[in-house]
């Protein structure tokens, strides 16, 4: 299995996950709400904390594929909310649990805590092989991957100033500082760059 590059802490966004990665960890996350949670992190590249106990289905525009996001600055600081396009192929199964699950406008879609999120991120992340417990605890799968994965895959696809602004906007960066933090491509990415530059 191809992996995203490890040489650095869980905090640096040049570790990402690989979409087989991803995709096996969903394969081993057996509780479907915290699969369509994980699924619909990776897809939007939102923080946990804008849409575990946040995220209401009052937020969410179906029709116009839109989500009012409450985007925090930082821990403690202040929040605003902001409308952010989602895919439907991220933004569908979302609407189908709200339905089934008779979710009303005003409630969490995603009432539970994020302890338990990030430990059944970690769980279904070592079942999947893509971590071990012997790689130090400063290497240890962590939910939060899931958005630097968002970033980094955004990042690798944004061939322009106007395009890499977009991807700020979307991930809810306050300074272009952050965003530019993923354009630090591990080193089998600027070798592939090379390589389809001179084939």
């Known amino acids: 299995m191809e992996k995203g590059y490890v040489g650095a802490t869980m905090s640096d966004p040049n570790r990402y996950l690989t979409d087989e990665e991803v995709a096996a960890i969903l394969d081993k996350t057996d509780n479907y ?5 994980f699924y619909f992190l990776y897809g939007t590249g939102r923080r946990v904390s804008e849409v575990v106990k946040c995220l209401k289905p009052g937020d969410i525009n179906f029709g ?5 996001f409450t985007i925090l600055k930082r821990r403690g600081d ?9 895919l ?6 979302l609407k189908s ?17 994020r302890q338990r999120v990030d430990q059944l991120f970690k769980k279904a992340s070592y079942r999947a092989g893509i971590f071990n417990k012997g790689m130090g605890e400063r290497n240890k799968p962590h ?7 968002f970033g980094m ?3 690798s696809m944004a ?13 809810g960066h306050s300074s272009i500082e952050t965003t530019m933090f993923y354009l630090n491509f591990n080193q089998k990415d600027k070798k592939k760059l090379l390589e389809e530059m001179f084939k």
């Not at 709400?33 to 949670?37: A, C, D, S």
């Not at 116009?64 to 009012?68: T, V």
């Not at 649990?97 to 805590?113: A, Q, T």
Request: proline fraction near 6%.
């Open 33 to 37: 709400t915290y699969k369509l949670l």
């Open 64 to 68: 116009e594929a839109l989500i009012n």
């Open 78 to 86: 202040r929040e605003f909310k902001r409308w952010i396009p989602v």
């Open 88 to 93: 439907d192929k991220f933004l569908l199964p």
């Open 97 to 113: 649990y709200i339905v089934k699950h008779r979710i009303k406008n005003d409630d969490y879609i995603f009432p539970m805590s």
């Open 143 to 149: 939910v939060h991957l899931l958005r630097h994965s």
């Open 153 to 155: 895959r955004g990042a």
């Open 159 to 171: 061939s322009s100033p106007a395009a890499l602004r977009t991807l700020q906007e979307v991930m």
